[in-house]
Structures are given as structure tokens and as C-alpha cells.
């Protein structure tokens, strides 16, 4: 009782096992891997990527595929193999007679001189050729495409190295998205162990008359901080990335752009007091000035573009500079120029008071409309600036505008083997489906009496088998009228 349940329970196992093993499987699986995918293009991208492409139930569906597929090739591989290199050439004599593609052929032409017109008509064709000779008779083996015949295991070997690749960039790639340039400003260091260093040099802005945005270039530059501080220079735009490396390096496209302002005020009454302290209140963080020369270094407010060529400052939270030894609050609106206007780009700068006490509003002190942003040089570099400084008591405000480029920066080192996998099924589709394989057999005997020679032909496709006979016919002919030719040679 005991051997026949563990009897059943091997067969269930080994019925299993053979069913995971089969192409159909495969199949099923890649379909279903298909769907998963479309459905998660649906969703929105980073619900997609962490429900789909990132969760351990896809990758093991991936993995089970790769298994079913490697054993299906691992299966076929020594058949497929040996029976497009090393087929038999000498077969029984019934063996050319049998099938729907075979014929006979009765000559007075000797089988040596026969065999060899055969063998030149069958070249003509194609066709490449095997001959041997036994016991007085020709063997002649023809095939054509047998090396397309491996197709199929090039198109499954590639899936799998297709699905090792994606696994293999998911864990060894990386992604730093909107990574915040200043047009004009410091290089940001690229991070992870790469030793390069990114700087946007110049931020080349388009309008349509309108005002609208129109396009827009991004002049950058990659420095080797590891490489003596070399310098690479590359132009970008939306449609334009930046393959830095080659197919192995990185990818750099730009994702956004915006503006940044920065608040110059300071006492009339000082002939040499500096730039005034003051803090940034944006998105509920407060970034406040330090002693420095540089003012790069000053904080600044982020103004996103709303798509009509004007820009407001991002969160909706407050978001102003704020003087604390004056107690004024600074906000701070932008515009693109209008071509067909002929207007300049401009600035709405309001200078306010804020609430002393709960419930109490801000009291607004003065308000700049339409104030023209012009260019000036400071430290022998062109910025651009509002024209009309706003004077609070013996507080000069103005306004710094700087361009702000965003850029997604990318490293995969399993791109260039996806798409190499990606040519290499098609190159195995392609031959498999455009190059048929299809293999002849000959077998040359003499007739009795040795007056002349039998010869019996014997052909076999594997796609396309109604049209293969139509040629077979042809062949057939043609090696018979050689044949019968080389009776006058």
C-alpha cells in the first residue's frame, strides 16, 4: 500500500515537473508576465514601479519563466544540434522511397557520373552537399539553412538573458531624479563612487510669441573630480539626453526647469554694510544667511513654471524671504517676456508686514507690478535682476533671477545586454521564420546488370510544407535533366 502511494506521489511529482518543462508553460508564462506589465503601465508610474516591477512575486515569475525556458533548450539543444551537424548520410534503401516529397529516377548513366551531376544540380539549387560512397552505391545528403535552424534556441537563450539582464540592472543601476542645476552656478558631485562632478553652464531659454514656452537648452558640463578635473561639454534639451560614457556610462535628460530667486536688500544708510541678513520660508523649512562673499551661497526661493510662461513659488505653504532685524516679509512672482508684445520678463515683488498677533493680517507696505527684470555684472558675470529696487525706510530691496534646469541622471550597466538580447531574438525569429530549413537525400544504386543506375530522391521542410513540394518538384526535374545531360559529356 505504502509503494503504491509513494508510487502515485512520484508519478503527480514527475507529471509536474514534465509540464513545467514544457514550451507551453513557457508560453503561459510569458503571456502572463506580458500581461502583469501592461496592466502596471496603467497605473500611475511610482505606484507601478513599487506594485509591479519592484516586488518579489514578479521577479520570482521572471525567474520561473527563465527555469522553464532553460530547461525546454536544455532538453532540445543536443537534438537540434546533432540533427543540423550531424546527420546520418547512408540510410536503408525503404527509407528513400517513404514520405510525401520522394521520387524515382531510372537512368543509363553510370552511378559515379550520375551522382555527380546530381550533386552539381543540387549545389545549383542551394543546397550544400554530402557524398559517400558504399558498396558500389552514392549517398548524397543536401540541406539548406541548417545553421538557421538553431534560431529557436538563440531566441530562448536570449529571452533568458534578457530576463537576467532586467534583474541584473534593477539591482545594480540607479536613478537620481530632478537633481536641482543652477544655470551658472557650482558643479553637484554625481555620487555614488563615480568621481564626477555636474555643472549647467548656460540655460538658453525659447518663447513663442505668446510668452508660452517653446524649448529650451541646457548647456552642461561633466568633470572628472578623479581625472585631474577634466572637462566634458554636451548640449541637452527634452528630446536630446546625454549618453555620458557611451552605452556603459550614463544617462542624462532633462526632466524639468523652473526659476530661483535670491533677495539682495541693503541700509541706504550704510555706505558699506553688505547684503542684509535674511532667511528663506519655503516648503515649512527656513534657511537663513551666513557670513559669506559668495552669493550663490545666499538661499534662495524655488519658482516652478504653471506652463503660461509665469512662475510661482512651489508649496503651498508660505513661501517669502523674510528680513528679521526689519521684521519685512518678501514675496515674489515672475513672468517670461512676450515676444509679440514686445514685452520684457517681469516681476510682482510685494514687500509686507507680517501678523504681530494671532488673527491679524499681513499688512502689505509696497507692492512692485509689472517691474521689468533686466541684466546686470556682478563680479564680471551677467545676472538678471529686477530694474526698480523697492525702498522701505532706509531698506533697498532687489531681486536676483537665476534659470534652474532639473535633470534625471541614470546608471544601468545591463542596457547594452537587453538590447543585444532584444537583436538576438528577432535575429532568431527572423531566421527561422524567412530562412526555412530543408534537407535532401539521394541514394544512387546500380540497376541490375550494371547497365545503368537507379536513383531515389527523398526531401523534408519543416515550415511550409505545401509550398517545399512545389519546389521538391522542381529539384526533382532539374536533377533529372542533369542527369540525363551528362550522358553527352
Known amino acids: 500500500m505504502l509503494d503504491s502511494v509513494r508510487g502515485a506521489g512520484f508519478l503527480s511529482i514527475g507529471r509536474i515537473w514534465h509540464g513545467l518543462r514544457s514550451m507551453t508553460f513557457a508560453i503561459i508564462m510569458l503571456l502572463a508576465i506580458l500581461c502583469i506589465v501592461i496592466a502596471g503601465s496603467f497605473l500611475p508610474q511610482d505606484s507601478g514601479i513599487r ?7 514578479f521577479y520570482s515569475l521572471n525567474g520561473l519563466l527563465m527555469l522553464s525556458i532553460l530547461s525546454c533548450v536544455s532538453r532540445r539543444f543536443r537534438g537540434v544540434v546533432r540533427f543540423s551537424f550531424h546527420a546520418p548520410v547512408v540510410h536503408r534503401p525503404e527509407f528513400y522511397r517513404s514520405g510525401d516529397t520522394a521520387c524515382a529516377l531510372s537512368t543509363q548513366v553510370p552511378v559515379e557520373r550520375a551522382s555527380s551531376a546530381a550533386v552539381s ?71 555614488h563612487g563615480t568621481g564626477l562632478l555636474l555643472r549647467s553652464d548656460s540655460f538658453n531659454f525659447g ?8 524649448n529650451f537648452q541646457d548647456h552642461l558640463t561633466v568633470i ?53 541678513p535674511y532667511c528663506a520660508l519655503q516648503l515649512a523649512i527656513q534657511q537663513c544667511t551666513s557670513p559669506t562673499a559668495d552669493i550663490t551661497a545666499l538661499p534662495s526661493l524655488l519658482l516652478q513654471p504653471l506652463g503660461d510662461g509665469s512662475y510661482q513659488p512651489v508649496g503651498s505653504d508660505v513661501s517669502a524671504f523674510y528680513l528679521p532685524a526689519q521684521d519685512l516679509a518678501v514675496t515674489l512672482d515672475f513672468h517670461d517676456a512676450v515676444p509679440e508684445d514686445n514685452l520684457p520678463a517681469t516681476a510682482v515683488v510685494t514687500v509686507a508686514k ?78 527561422v521564420l524567412y530562412f526555412p530549413f530543408s534537407r535532401l537525400w539521394l541514394y544512387i544504386s546500380s540497376m541490375e546488370g550494371g547497365a545503368g543506375s537507379v536513383l531515389l530522391l527523398r526531401g523534408s521542410a519543416e515550415k511550409s510544407k505545401q509550398g517545399f513540394k512545389r519546389r521538391f518538384a522542381q529539384i526533382s526535374r532539374k536533377v533529372q535533366q542533369a542527369v540525363v545531360g551528362s550522358v553527352w559529356q
Open 121 to 191: 544540380a543540387l549545389r545549383s539549387c542551394g543546397y550544400r552537399v554530402e557524398v559517400m560512397h558504399v558498396d558500389g552505391g552514392a549517398y548524397v545528403l543536401a540541406d539548406r539553412f541548417r545553421v538557421m535552424r538553431m534560431g529557436t534556441l538563440v531566441s530562448h537563450l536570449s529571452i533568458v538573458l534578457l530576463v537576467v539582464s532586467i534583474i541584473w540592472g534593477a539591482f545594480a543601476g540607479w536613478l537620481d531624479k530632478s537633481v536641482q542645476l543652477e544655470a551658472g552656478g557650482a558643479a553637484v558631485p554625481i555620487g
Open 354 to 431: 507680517p501678523p504681530q498677533t494671532q488673527g491679524q493680517s499681513m499688512q502689505v507696505l509696497r507692492e512692485a507690478l509689472d517691474d521689468p527684470i533686466t541684466t546686470r555684472v556682478f563680479d564680471g558675470r551677467p545676472e538678471m535682476i529686477t530694474s526698480q529696487p523697492i525702498d522701505i525706510g532706509h531698506v533697498r530691496i532687489a531681486l536676483l533671477i537665476w534659470r534652474e534646469a532639473f535633470v534625471n541622471i541614470g546608471h544601468n550597466p545591463a542596457v547594452p545586454f537587453i538590447f543585444a538580447s532584444c537583436g538576438l531574438v528577432l535575429l532568431g525569429l527572423v531566421s
Open 51 to 57: 506594485l509591479v516591477y519592484e516586488s518579489w512575486w
Open 207 to 214: 518663447l513663442y510669441p505668446d510668452g508660452t514656452p517653446r
Open 224 to 276: 572628472e573630480n578623479n581625472g585631474g578635473g577634466r572637462e566634458h561639454h554636451q548640449v541637452i534639451d527634452v528630446n536630446e539626453p546625454w549618453y555620458y560614457g557611451g552605452v556603459f556610462g550614463y544617462d542624462i535628460h532633462q526632466a524639468d526647469y523652473g526659476v530661483a530667486a535670491r533677495l539682495i536688500a541693503v541700509d541706504t544708510t550704510q555706505a558699506s554694510s553688505g547684503v542684509l
